[in-house]
């Protein structure tokens, strides 16, 4: 396992710069840096990692890269690159061990092999990449320190692979469940469209509920008919019955809970309109009794569940059970159909409505 540096070590020329010098109107030495490196070199300082240069020049052009960098540790005329990196780690009280090291020459390959980490630019010499234990995809001068960075931080990432293993298998287990709906349920779904757009059309209504994530369900599906979809059109008769909390509260503390739904839709419904309920499981008993109220006052009953589908389909004229066994699976089926549903029906009604 890779170990946190305890000291990162850069030579200068063909690493933080390209290893090329230019020459000043004034005949002094020029050579390029990046902004790409010098912002990971002050980021990684201010981190809290001990940053030092290590070349084998002597001259002023050093003291002002290193003064653009901000790094205070140089070493400078340092020709045997490796007895140069024990001085220093030596001064730091450390073992070659404990540092990283980044060279582009012949000079450099062995401080870069006895580093506990050595690393060589793309466009290292042949002996310095071979000394590397690891090869940037950097040329000297751009992007090494920056590169390096990246490197450095994903150290302290997280081993996520048995996380995305799991998220994969899930992945295929809800692919499996949208290739079966697709497969098997376009018929029954046809039925629940065709029955919502002709209550919708005669002037009836759509009255939607079912307990946690499926009145989450009914809210949104009802707010897709009120509102719109995907065309601008006038609204339509769509009500969630898992909305109004007094009710819920009243009906569930006075009489039962059993009852939350059927109460409501005695109130409501009206031969024509159609109760949409919603159980993954099939056997909510709320949502079976508001679909027998339902069906006792002369409304079209339609039930969406999954897995063995339960008391549902006894209660429901039509009933949709999505292909998959787990709960999760079951609602992604529905949220699937929901939004087929609503498409083809607000595209139905409002081309009617153009006619």
Known sequence: MIQQPKLLVFDIDGVLTDGRIGVSAAGTEEKQLSFRDLDAVKRMARAGLPIAFLTGEETELVDRIAARFNVTDVTKFAKDKLAGLKALVARHNLTLADVWYIGDSDRDAPAIAAAALGFAPADGTHAARAAAHRVLQARGGDGCAEEIESF??????????????????????????????????????????????????????????????????????????????????????????????????????????????????????????????????????????????????????VGFTGGTSGQLPACSDVCFIAPAAITPRIQELHLLAWHTICEVVERELHHGTQR
């Open 152 to 301: 450095w931080l994903s150290l302290d990432a997280p081993d996520t692979s048995q996380l995305q293993a799991d998220m994969a298998s899930i992945f295929r287990d809800s692919l499996a469940a949208h290739e079966r709906l697709l497969a098997e349920s376009l018929p029954v779904l046809a039925q629940v469209a065709r029955i919502l757009s002709t209550a919708l059309q005669s002037g009836h209504k759509l009255m939607f509920f079912g307990n946690g994530g499926s009145a989450a369900d009914a809210q949104h599906i009802a707010g897709e008919f009120v509102g719109r979809f995907l065309l601008e059109s006038q609204p339509y008769a769509a009500i969630a019955l898992t909305t109004d909390t007094s009710i819920l509260t009243a009906v569930g503390n006075d009489w039962a809970f059993e009852d939350v739904f059927g109460r409501q839709i005695r109130a409501l419904a009206r031969p024509g309109d159609v109760a949409i309920g919603i159980t993954t499981s099939g056997n909510s008993p709320n949502v079976l009794k508001g679909l027998a109220d339902a069906r006792a006052i002369g409304a079209t009953t």
